[in-house]
Nanobody, 117 residues
Framework: VQLQASGGGLVQAGGYLRLSCAAS????????MGWFRQAPGKEREFVAA????????SYADSVKGRFTVSRDNAKNALYLQMNSLKPEDTAVYYC???????????WGQGTQVTVSS
């Protein structure tokens, strides 16, 4: 399993970004997927998850209503649309595979998101 996140960058508060994750392997379409993030000096935390079919999603309270997770199984791709960004959203964002609840089996390289005030 290889996961590569992209789409991070520097944005002003109130702005938006769309993260993408490209996954390799034949298990993507049958795996729960998710996004986690780690801010400087803090532990990695759950952001969002989506079931293998895309029917079920879950979010951390801190991003609910602002972030939307989605997937395209035909492209082995995972997305995170982030709107109304806040400075506290600044972190390295990681995509993960094999997500059950708020735990994951595999992690990819992260992408930096920086929100300026």
């Amino acid at each position: 399993v290889q996961l590569q996140a992209s789409g991070g960058g520097l944005v002003q508060a109130g702005g938006y970004l769309r993260l993408s994750c490209a996954a390799s392997g034949r298990t993507f379409s049958s795996s729960g997927m998710g996004w986690f993030r780690q801010a400087p000096g803090k532990e990695r935390e759950f952001v969002a998850a989506i079931s293998w079919s895309g029917v079920s999603t879950s979010y951390a309270d801190s991003v609910k209503g602002r972030f939307t997770v989605s997937r395209d199984n035909a492209k082995n791709a995972l997305y995170l649309q982030m709107n109304s960004l806040k400075p506290e959203d600044t972190a390295v964002y990681y995509c993960a595979q094999g997500v059950v609840g708020r735990r994951a089996d595999y992690w990819g390289q992260g992408t930096q998101v920086t929100v300026s005030s």
